[in-house]
């Protein structure tokens, strides 16, 4: 049985033209896939977003829609392009041109995860990669599409919050040793996919519930941040990652003693971001 692509949680009553959007926290594996991959569980669970769909739950009660993948990164990633064909992993593909992410593995159909390690033993289909990318790849960016284009049409302008999260390992090997690690990390390709002024704001929401916030470094924003911020048609897109240790054991892929304070923390968080551009409401209550 196919599974949906995508969830689409919607406020009662739209409030700003800001859209939450979670595209890896995606959990489902099918059979097929287990099947085929040589990690286990823990292992291939390692490059998911696990739980991100969970801290930004309260996005609807305050008055945003909030798209949420079904499908795991590991899977078919909705950060990529869809033609960021690995040649190394499916047959019949040709490479053209350098492209660091799929020659480092992290193409539409990922060959590997976390640390390098590969999912599979051997190659896939051509007709199978076109499979996931047309059953869950398309039909996601479809939403998340007419999510934008909605928000442009009721408010004038469409703030995309694209939410992920960061593994210890990313943040140290960017701080050093002796360097502040953050807590949190914006993404906006350097100035290029949103204005300064939604930026600001997306990063005051932030600072003010204590959290340490820098930009573009480790993670300037992928695909999604890419292809959908034109802040000059007022369209902006803001990679946001989170640090995993703050509310979750990496290792064991479950949420920490800390999750439900975290979860409290970025309820606020995200009402604040959902207040752009509208009349201040109160954040109802799940």
Not at 97 to 119: D, E, Q
Not at 206 to 219: D, Y
Not at 234 to 242: D, G, K
Request: hydrophobic letters at 40%; aromatic letters at 8%.
């Amino acid at each position: 049985m196919k599974q949906a692509a995508f969830d689409i949680d919607l406020p009662d009553r739209l409030r700003s033209g800001v859209v939450f959007a979670s595209p890896h926290s995606g959990a489902y594996y099918p059979d097929s896939f287990k099947n085929k991959t040589i990690l286990a569980d823990d292992q291939i669970r390692s490059s998911e977003d696990a739980f991100v769909d969970e801290l930004y739950s309260a996005a609807p009660a305050c008055g945003v829609p909030f798209l949420k993948a079904r499908m795991p990164r590991a899977y078919v990633d909705l950060n990529r392009s869809s033609d960021e064909l690995d040649p190394a992993l499916i047959e019949g593909v040709k490479k053209q041109g350098h492209n660091p992410r799929v020659a480092s593995g992290l193409g539409v159909i990922p060959r590997v995860v976390a640390n390098g390690r590969a999912i599979y033993r051997g190659k896939l289909p051509l007709a199978e990669a076109h499979w996931r990318i047309e059953t869950y790849w398309r039909p996601y960016h479809q939403a998340l599409s007419d999510l934008l284009a909605d928000a442009r049409e009721t408010f004038g302008q469409a703030i995309l919050v694209d939410c992920h999260s960061m593994p210890h390992e990313a943040i140290e090997a960017a701080s050093g040793r002796s360097g502040a690690k953050p807590d949190v990390v914006l993404g906006d390709r350097f100035g290029a996919s949103a204005a300064e002024e939604v930026v600001e704001h997306i990063e005051g929401a932030f600072r003010r519930a204590g959290l340490r916030v820098v930009r573009n470094s480790p993670f300037a924003g992928a695909y999604i941040t890419q292809a959908y911020g034109r802040p000059s048609r007022r369209q902006h897109a803001v990679q946001v990652e989170i640090n995993r240790s703050l509310y979750m054991d990496e290792r064991r892929v479950e949420r920490n003693g800390n999750f439900n304070a975290i979860r409290e923390i970025l309820n606020d968080v995200t009402d604040e971001i959902a207040s752009y551009g509208a009349d201040r409401l109160p954040c109802a209550a799940e």
